[in-house]
């Protein structure tokens, strides 16, 4: 890489400021603009404040951005943005789950029509190398099953509740206090998020666009003490677990509270990490474990991308066929 890479950060919160920081410091690119609703957000993130916009359209038509990191969250503007940036050429990496959830074939075909890659290791496993694993296990494999703890808040409060008997909203509280939970946790604890990371990985092995409707999707909220205590006397704890089954040519597709075995290596999965199984025709299970959130286990998968963007271009980009 002879020449510095400009890089556009849409959204400066705990997650784009840290990929904001990390850019700066990175000598291989530099950071051109960086989308944020106020001017404070720069600030903290500790960005100089002339990169500092609020006009999103503006900063991904910007001439000297080939990559657009977006890390917005929600559905749109983020969307609307990421389609616009790849349609005129422009590499994106996002971190948003439910954007790519939503609108991935739109996402894909814009890609395509620029020439861009699209990656988003980050939106369903944070710092786990997820997709390598994935795409790599898919070159020999069919991939009969996906099974996986994705959401960190669920999963400290579960692990709260088991460990300690913590109540629920005591645990939840705890959560918030951590920073592990939004003052609104109705995405995590009803299992939302968690059904919009597994909609992105069973579309990677269906090769269909899985929406997040299709699954069935219960959340934690109804967990009670004596649900954990009975587990715990039928030797195992219980998850929230997101998985994908094939059944003939269709998936079955769940997040629910469910019963893990005290063999199973999900009831090790302690506090806030995350955890996947994916289940290969010819290689068996295999296990990731690590840090499913939090900004520098973020950055870092986020940056990764980045650099595979450049480096390979619209090759980069996972090819699944929707």
């Excluded at 999103?56 to 990191?69: E, H, K, L, M, T």
């Excluded at 005129?88 to 861009?116: F, Q, Y």
């Excluded at 950055?299 to 929707?322: H, N, Q, Y």
Aim: proline share 4%; with cysteine.
């Amino acid at each position: 890489m002879s020449e510095q890479v400009g890089v556009a950060v849409l959204g400066l919160g705990t997650i784009g400021g840290e990929v904001a920081r990390t850019i700066v410091a990175d000598d291989r690119l530099r950071l051109v603009a960086a989308l944020a609703r106020r001017l404070e957000s720069a600030n903290r993130a500790g960005i100089d404040p002339s990169l500092f916009g609020v006009d999103g359209a503006a900063i991904v038509d910007n001439p000297d951005v080939q990559v657009v990191v977006e890390v917005l969250g929600g559905e749109q503007p983020a969307a609307d943005l990421m389609i616009r940036a790849l349609a005129n050429g422009k590499h994106v990496v996002t971190a948003n789950k439910e954007a790519v959830s939503k609108n991935l074939p739109a996402i894909l075909a814009a890609a395509r029509d620029g020439d861009a890659a699209f990656l988003c290791e980050a939106s369903v496993g944070g710092g786990i190398p997820l997709f390598v694993s994935l795409k790599q296990i898919m070159e020999t494999n069919r991939i009969e099953r996906i099974r996986g703890i994705v959401n960190g808040t669920t999963n400290y409060i579960l692990w709260k509740m088991e460990t300690e008997g913590t109540a629920y909203a005591d645990a939840l509280a705890q959560a918030q206090e951590l920073g592990y939970a939004e003052p609104d946790p109705t995405a995590d604890v009803e299992g939302f998020d968690s059904s919009y990371k597994l909609a992105i990985l069973a579309s990677l092995i269906s090769g269909r666009h899985v929406r997040p409707e299709e699954i069935d999707r219960t959340g934690i909220s109804t967990v009670t003490a004596e649900d954990i205590e009975e587990a715990k006397l039928k030797g195992g704890t219980v998850r929230l677990i997101a998985s994908a089954e094939r059944a003939g040519d269709n998936l079955l597709l769940r997040v629910a509270p469910t019963f893990v075995s005290g063999d199973d290596l999900f009831s090790l999965v302690s506090a806030n990490y995350n955890a996947v199984e994916i289940v290969g025709d010819n290689v068996g299970p295999v296990m990731l474990h690590g840090q499913g959130a939090g900004p520098k286990p973020t950055a870092s998968a986020i940056l990764s991308d980045v650099f595979e963007a450049i480096r390979s271009g619209s090759a980069a980009t996972p090819k699944v066929m929707l």
